[in-house]
């Protein structure tokens, strides 16, 4: 019963508002009160806004109404590939105030135009595989597009032999002050482990590259645990360093050490 009592309200909203919105698109209509009100408040301030879908449930476009400084609506178009992912994401073009009104014509175009851009959105190029991993991301604005040199890049590797350190939390009872001492031991030898490092192959390696090709190492276990962020700092002599940042994990699979760089050169 206390269900059916909390939809009734948004019905009635959806409803009232009904006739400013576009009845042959299928939307989600909301908005937010921005101070006290008791009643229904046309005049109060408020945040409304409005998603429309397509067939399958998707959202075609967002709407912010009245939302930017001279009172104009912002809409949001949305787009998907052939595989029916969203690999980009359109700045807000303002338009006159049509009160949520679905607005045909609005799209990569448009928006593009507005901006005087070739490319008013991020994007997204993902791998072509099952897995579906993203590859590269690109920013808004000339600079940034997809097919210039300034976008992010991403590769998917494992580790080598002698590449990280493998490090346990290693606990004891301390009887006297009647706590368990926790300290950080170099792992024994096993099938993952030699010399105090993960075997090659035992661990994913996700390499990234920013706009300014600075990369970025993460090493993560079958745990899905990171165990390893290992920036990259190529100096002005033309030597590279590792800043290396390790996380050390207790037997409940919690952190309970983090080393940071310099720590991690004298371990």
């Known amino acids: 019963m206390k269900k059916i009592i909390s939809i009734i309200p948004f019905l009635v909203?959806?409803?009232?508002?009904?006739?400013?919105?576009?009845?042959t698109e299928n939307y989600i209509y909301s908005r937010t009160?921005?101070?006290p009100v008791t009643s229904e408040q046309p005049?109060?301030?408020q945040v409304q806004g409005v998603q429309y879908f397509d067939g399958l449930g998707r959202n075609t476009q967002s709407i912010a109404i009245k939302a930017s400084p001279s009172g104009k609506d912002l809409v949001v178009p949305v787009a998907y590939d052939q595989a029916g992912r969203q690999t980009k994401n359109y700045?807000?073009?303002p338009v006159d105030s049509q009160n949520g009104a679905f607005v045909?014509?609005?799209?990569?175009?448009?928006v593009n135009a507005y901006y005087g851009v070739p490319n008013a959105y991020s994007e997204i190029l993902y791998e072509k595989s099952p897995l579906g991993r993203i590859e590269k991301s690109a920013a808004p604005g000339t600079e940034w597009q997809m097919s210039g040199t300034h976008t992010?890049?991403?590769?998917y590797l494992s580790n080598e032999p002698a590449e990280v350190k493998k490090f346990k939390a290693g606990t004891s009872?301390?009887?006297?002050?009647?706590?368990?001492?926790?300290?950080i031991v170099t792992a024994s030898d096993d099938q993952y482990t030699t010399n105090g490092y993960y075997n090659a192959n035992t661990l994913y390696k996700m390499v990234t590259r920013d706009e300014d090709n600075n990369e970025t190492h993460t090493f993560i276990n079958s745990k899905k645990q990171t165990v390893l962020v290992r920036k990259i700092n190529k100096k002005s002599n033309g030597t590279i360093e590792n800043l290396d940042t390790y996380y050390v994990?207790?037997?409940?699979?919690?952190?309970?050490?983090v080393i940071p760089p310099k720590a991690s050169v004298s371990t």
Not at 104 to 110: A, D, T
Request: no cysteine; hydrophobic share 40%.
């Open 13 to 23: 909203v959806a409803l009232f508002h009904a006739q400013s919105l576009t009845g």
């Open 43 to 45: 005049n109060a301030v």
């Open 152 to 155: 992010q890049k991403m590769e």
């Open 104 to 110: 045909p014509g609005i799209g990569e175009s448009s």
């Open 173 to 183: 009872w301390n009887a006297s002050a009647q706590i368990n001492d926790i300290s």
């Open 91 to 93: 700045l807000p073009q």
């Open 33 to 35: 009160y921005l101070e």
């Open 249 to 257: 994990y207790n037997e409940f699979d919690n952190i309970a050490y």
